[in-house]
């Protein structure tokens, strides 16, 4: 298996319940999974476990057979090599859109580096927008840079925290279409997680339903689309059946 | 292809093994310069509770019995008043300002700060010189009218005189707070009321002053603090309270165990203060808040009662502001060449270096316990930082104490490696800048701090966590994301300390090594000596300096999205 994710547990300081509980899962090359959940669920969490940006209390995490943590080993986050795509984008202000996605392209040459920004800005349709800055941007193409700079480096996995909460509706429906394009085309492992049911049928080879920091549910949008799908999604969405 | 592995039981014993070893991975580079940090921020203090516990002796029995009740009750009345007077003040300005349109009430918005910029002890001596017998007021009386009243009556040297000045140069801290507050906080609660038929008076005292509670109890606290915190003043006018009770039993009695007790007593009593404010703030139930801030609508004011807000303002302004800085002004003018220039520039260089040194490392010191306070989780990370900046609630007098002794202690320790290095004295430290310039970092920490913090607390931790996924370590990060993106926060708390230091005296007069003086020492030596008219050069460069700063400052911050 590509990745593999093995009783992950957390709860956060000063708290007795468990925030992640015992969560394993595996995923392949290229697939893209939902964690799908309300707010409180610990779907975030999971991300920042996965990340690096808090401990697990126990659990382990290899990719390609190499262990990123477990008991003994916890590489930091820089040293991961795994994208983040963050509900509020965190694009850096003060830099332009080739200077953020510049920085994670350090261990390149000068003309590696430019040649790699020209490859992540077409492939997001971007490619006259690289001298602006973040504020000069929509929220959608914000939303485009981030992902342009989580891909740059060639990360194993991708993470993708909330990626349509800042967006609104008419947006969302267009930005879930190419954000899957985008991922399929650049085959890279993504996991995001998501409150949305549209988003998670939309987007996922596979989704995980949540339920305080456990397992609810897991499957193929098509399996889980029956048992728990709204229907006015089913009328607005039949292209999405057999995904 | 997907699999999923469910399971079930949570080990409760097995978590908590793994929180500790979780707490212990924290531990880095940051981690350990933060506790450093803090430690050497805090430790001297602790030397003042010691002092408490170790043996008595006459002079410290004489003053229990004599003095103390004294200097509690005169610190007391000192509190009381100014508190009242700075509230009714900075409170009243705040509404007009913040309610109503009437003309200079864009130029009065900001100009109300600027008593801030005039340290009190140079307002005590400047309106000093204003009322004795030479001043302008008896001089005018004198020579314009012909009536030559009684002296007497124009004598500001006293505790009502004190209470004068402190009003008027501390009020800004009561109407900056209440009137931020105010314009953000207020308007659907104020137009409810209006909606309800009640008028402009039942308005202030039914609703404003209520739901102003936190913000005026925030701003008078920090007026009671200066208060305790001043010598200036009190020394000047002849007053006796704890900080000149430190100094005579220091520089008077030579009985540094003696200081060190009344230094401890002073403590105690802003603890008390402290806590009594926490009382008073209770749960916050008064405070009304809202995400969605709107700003109160302005009314406009015609007729007499617009001249008559426009009067006030001014009033106030001209007794904080413009009558000390022309009175100033007129004095420089007098004895412009008396102080050659190459001396009161080696002051100003003096004033600059210690101010610009005790900012910068002030903010390095504040950017790596706030850097290690959003880092590491747990209530100690929290908790630590809060403990630091308590300094700024300590009087100046008692945390030179506190640095003295702990500097005497430090030479002490490092008596052998003088001697190694063939040094003759055994007091090396504790006669150097190093000991004035530690006492400023302890004294205005939190200024600095709190600066800093507010601005990681903006920031967020999104961008240091998008840096180090894209493969950048912590301290790279914190160098390429943090620094550039806290640069408002840094250069905000980087003049806010400067401007303390630069108005700071009893921790510069007990402290400062031999022949060095800085514009505030030498302000206040030649008021002490009755040089008024000299004093006015080095003041006014201090006013001025500050002024600046100031307003820079709050425009700076009127900018903010904040």
Redesign the interface.
């Known amino acids: 298996?590509y990745i593999s994710i093995?009783?992950l547990?957390f709860?956060?300081?000063?708290t007795?319940r468990?925030a992640v509980?015992?969560f394993?899962?595996?995923?392949?090359k290229g697939?893209v999974?939902s964690i799908l959940g309300k707010s409180g669920s610990g779907k975030s969490t999971i991300l920042r476990l996965l990340?690096?940006?808090e401990?697990?209390?126990?659990g382990s995490l290899c990719i390609q057979e190499n262990v990123v943590f477990d008991d003994k080993v916890?590489l930091?986050?820089?040293?991961?090599?795994?994208?983040?795509v963050?509900?509020?984008y965190?694009l850096?202000?003060?830099m332009t859109v080739q200077d953020n996605i510049k920085?994670?392209l350090?261990?390149l040459k000068k003309e590696e580096k430019k040649k790699r920004i020209q490859e992540v800005l077409e492939l997001v349709e971007l490619e006259d927008y690289g001298n602006r800055y973040p504020h000069q941007l929509s929220g959608g193409q914000q939303q485009r840079v981030a992902i342009a700079?989580?891909i740059a480096?060639n990360p194993h996995l991708i993470l993708l925290d909330e990626p349509f909460s800042n967006l609104d509706a008419e947006l969302q429906v267009k930005i879930r279409k190419e954000l899957r394009d985008i991922l399929k085309k650049a085959n890279i492992t993504s996991i995001f997680v998501t409150h949305d049911e549209n988003d998670a049928f939309a987007l996922a080879?596979?989704i995980?339903k949540l339920k305080d920091g456990?397992?609810d549910a897991?499957g193929r949008p098509c399996d889980l689309l029956g048992a728990s799908r709204p229907s006015e999604i089913r009328q607005q969405e039949p292209e999405l059946v057999g995904v | 292809?997907?699999?999923?592995?469910?399971?079930?039981?949570?080990l409760?014993e097995?978590?908590g093994c793994?929180?500790v070893q979780?707490?212990l991975?924290n531990v880095n580079a940051w981690t350990v310069s933060a506790v450093i940090i803090m430690a050497l921020l805090f430790l001297p203090n602790l030397t003042i509770v010691s002092g408490i516990f170790s043996p008595s002796n006459d002079n410290w029995a004489h003053m229990k019995e004599f003095v103390l009740g004294s200097f509690i009750k005169t610190s007391l009345i000192l509190i009381g008043a100014t508190g009242f007077l700075t509230i009714a003040i900075g409170l009243s300005l705040a509404w007009l300002i913040a309610q109503y349109q009437f003309p200079l009430r864009n130029f009065l918005k900001w100009a109300l700060v600027l008593p801030l910029s005039i340290p009190p002890f140079i307002g005590a001596y400047t309106y000093h010189g204003i009322f004795n017998y030479t001043g302008v007021i008896q001089t005018t009386l004198r020579d314009g009218f012909g009536k030559d009243l009684n002296p007497a009556y124009f004598d500001i040297m006293n505790i009502p005189g004190a209470v004068f000045i402190y009003t008027l140069f501390l009020y800004p801290y009561v109407y900056s707070i209440t009137r931020i507050f105010l314009s953000q906080q207020s308007a659907s609660l104020i137009e409810s009321a209006r909606m309800l038929g009640k008028g402009p008076v039942n308005i202030f005292f039914q609703v404003v002053i209520p739901i102003s509670r936190v913000a005026i109890i925030g701003g008078s606290s920090l007026v009671v603090l200066e208060v305790l915190n001043d010598y200036g003043v009190v020394k000047y006018y002849g007053i006796q309270t704890f900080t000149t009770g430190i100094f005579q039993s220091w520089f008077g009695l030579g009985d540094i165990e003696t200081s060190i007790k009344l230094a401890a007593s002073l403590m105690g009593f802003v603890i008390f203060i402290l806590m009594a404010e926490k009382l008073l703030r209770g749960r916050r139930q008064y405070n009304y808040s809202t995400t969605k801030v709107r700003p109160l609508p302005l009314i406009r004011l015609k007729g007499w009662k617009a001249f008559m807000a426009t009067g006030y303002g001014l009033l106030i302004l001209s007794l904080g502001f413009l009558i000390p800085v022309v009175q100033l002004i007129d004095w420089t003018i007098l004895t412009f060449g008396t102080i050659p220039t190459e001396e009161f520039l080696i002051y100003v260089k003096n004033s600059v270096t210690v101010a610009g040194i005790s900012a910068t490392v002030i903010i390095i010191f504040a950017l790596i316990v706030g850097n290690f306070s959003r880092l590491v989780?747990?209530?100690a990370a929290k908790l630590l930082p809060k403990l630091t900046i308590l300094g700024y609630s300590i009087p100046g007098a008692v945390i030179a104490v506190a640095v003295v002794t702990a500097f005497i202690g430090l030479d002490g320790f490092l008596a052998p490696l003088y001697r190694l290095l063939g040094v003759d004295h055994t007091l090396v430290l504790s006669v150097s800048l190093a000991m004035l310039i530690s006492a400023y970092i302890i004294r205005f920490f939190a200024i600095g701090y709190n600066s800093i913090e507010s601005g990681y607390d903006k920031i967020g931790t999104?961008?240091r966590?998008?840096?180090?996924?894209?493969?950048?370590?912590?301290t790279k990060t914190f160098f390429?994301?943090d620094v550039?993106?806290l640069k408002g926060a840094i250069v905000s708390g980087f003049i806010l300390v400067f401007i303390d230091v630069l108005k700071e005296i009893p921790l510069t007069l007990i402290l400062r090594p031999f022949n060095f003086d800085t514009l505030s020492t030498k302000a206040f030596q030649y008021a002490s000596d009755e040089k008024i008219m000299e004093a006015s050069q080095a003041s006014l460069v201090i006013v001025g300096i500050s002024a600046l700063a100031i307003v820079v400052f709050y425009k700076f911050l009127e900018k903010e999205p904040e």
Request: proline residues 6%; hydrophobic residues 40%.
């Open positions: 298996m093995q009783d547990c709860s956060y300081p000063d007795n468990a509980d015992h394993s899962l595996t995923i392949g697939e999974v990340a690096g940006l401990k697990p209390s126990k916890f930091a986050p820089e040293k991961r090599g795994i994208g983040m963050f509900q509020d965190a850096f202000p003060h920085f994670g350090s261990h700079r989580a480096p080879d596979w995980i456990r397992i897991m | 292809m997907l699999r999923v592995k469910r399971n079930k039981g949570f409760v097995e978590l793994w929180t979780r707490k991975s989780h747990g209530k999104d961008f966590d998008a840096s180090r996924l894209l493969g950048v370590g912590l390429r994301i550039p993106m």
